[in-house]
C-alpha cells in the first residue's frame, strides 16, 4: 500500500506543477493575435520541441497501434484551444473559465463507466471542494460581459477537454506520454499550418511569445501531462488541475499587479485544500478496476 501511494506521488507531483504554469500562460497570450493563429504556433512549436526530443532520445517512431485515435486526439486538441481562445474574446476570463472548468468534473464522472475507473468517495469531496474554489476565484457572477457564443465556445471547449481527457488517456497508456504528446500535436499543426504561417509573418514582433507558449506551455508541458495521467485516474487528474485557475491568480499579482480581493484568495485555499484531500486517497482505491474501453 505505503509503495503504490509513493509510485502515484511521484505523477501527482509533476501534474500539479503543471497545472501551476499553465495559470502563467496568460501572461504570453497577445488579445490581438487570433484564437486560430494563437493555437497554431501553439501547436507548431509544440510539435517542433517534441519531434527533437523524440528524436533525441531515440523514440521518434510512427505508432503501429492506436493511429487514428492518436489522429482524433490531435483533431479535438485544436478545436478545444480554438473554442476556448474564442470564449476568451467573445466574454471574460472568469466566465470563460467557470465553464470549461466543467469539462474535467464531466470526464471524471464519465472515467467510470466508460474507462472502468472506481474513485474513493474523499475523491468526489475533492473535486467539489476544488470546483467551489475554482467559482470563488473566477468569480464569473461579478462580469457584466456575458455572451451567448462566448458562453456557448467556452461550453464546447469544456466538452471537448472531457472528451479529449477520456479519449487521449488510453492512448498514452498503451504509446506513452510522449509518442502521445508528439502525434497529437503534429496532427494538430498539420491541420493550421496556414494559421501558423499568418501568425509568423504577420504577428511576428511575438515571435518569442510564440515559441515559449509553443515548446514549453504546450510541448514539453504536453508530454509530461499524459505521461503522468496515464498512470492516474481521471478523478484524480482532474482535481489537480484546478490549481491552473488558482494559480493564475497567483501569476497576476506577482506580474501584473493584479491584488485578488479576499473571496478569490479563500477560492485559492480550497483548491489546494482540494488537492490535499486527494493526495490522502489511498492509490488502491483509485486504480482501474476494468480493462480500458474503447470508445
Known amino acids: 500500500m505505503h509503495s503504490s501511494s509513493r509510485h502515484r506521488s511521484i505523477p501527482v507531483l509533476v501534474l500539479a506543477l503543471l497545472a501551476i504554469a499553465w495559470g502563467a500562460i496568460p501572461l504570453f497570450v497577445r488579445n490581438d493575435v487570433s484564437a486560430v493563429r494563437l493555437v497554431g504556433v501553439r501547436v507548431t512549436f509544440g510539435a517542433i ?6 528524436a533525441g532520445m531515440g523514440k521518434l517512431t510512427i505508432p503501429k497501434v492506436r493511429r487514428w485515435r492518436l489522429a482524433f486526439s490531435g483533431v479535438i486538441l485544436a478545436l478545444h484551444w480554438i473554442t476556448f481562445f474564442e470564449s476568451i474574446k467573445l466574454t471574460t476570463v472568469a466566465i470563460a473559465l467557470a465553464v470549461l472548468y466543467l469539462g474535467p468534473i464531466a470526464a471524471a464522472i464519465l472515467a467510470g463507466p466508460l474507462l472502468g475507473e ?18 470563488l476565484v473566477v468569480q464569473p457572477w461579478g462580469s457584466s460581459e456575458i455572451n451567448i457564443r462566448g458562453l456557448t465556445m467556452a461550453g464546447l471547449s469544456a466538452a471537448l ?3 479529449l481527457m477520456l ?15 508528439t502525434g497529437e500535436l503534429l496532427i494538430a499543426s498539420v491541420l493550421l499550418a496556414p494559421a501558423t504561417y ?9 515571435i518569442i511569445n510564440f515559441i515559449i507558449l ?7 508541458a504536453g508530454y ?20 491552473e485557475p488558482a494559480s493564475a491568480v497567483v501569476w497576476a499579482l506577482i506580474f501584473l499587479d493584479e491584488v485578488p480581493n479576499a473571496m478569490a484568495w479563500i477560492g485559492v485555499g480550497l483548491v489546494i485544500a482540494g488537492g490535499i484531500i486527494a493526495a ?7 486504480e482501474a478496476i476494468g480493462a480500458q474501453a474503447a470508445l
Not at 49 to 54: C, E, P, T
Open 49 to 54: 520541441a517534441l519531434v527533437i526530443v523524440a
Open 118 to 135: 472506481r474513485s474513493e468517495g474523499r475523491l468526489w469531496i475533492a473535486l467539489a471542494t476544488a470546483g467551489i474554489g475554482t467559482l
Open 161 to 163: 477537454l472531457a472528451v
Open 167 to 181: 479519449s487521449g488517456k488510453p492512448v498514452a497508456k498503451d504509446l506513452g506520454g510522449l509518442t502521445m504528446a
Open 198 to 206: 499568418r501568425a509568423v509573418v504577420e504577428d511576428g514582433e511575438f
Open 214 to 220: 509553443g515548446a514549453v506551455f504546450t510541448g514539453l
Open 224 to 243: 509530461l501531462y499524459w505521461e503522468t495521467m496515464r498512470q492516474i485516474p481521471v478523478a484524480l487528474t482532474s482535481v489537480v488541475m484546478y490549481l
Open 280 to 286: 490522502t486517497v489511498r492509490g488502491e482505491q483509485q
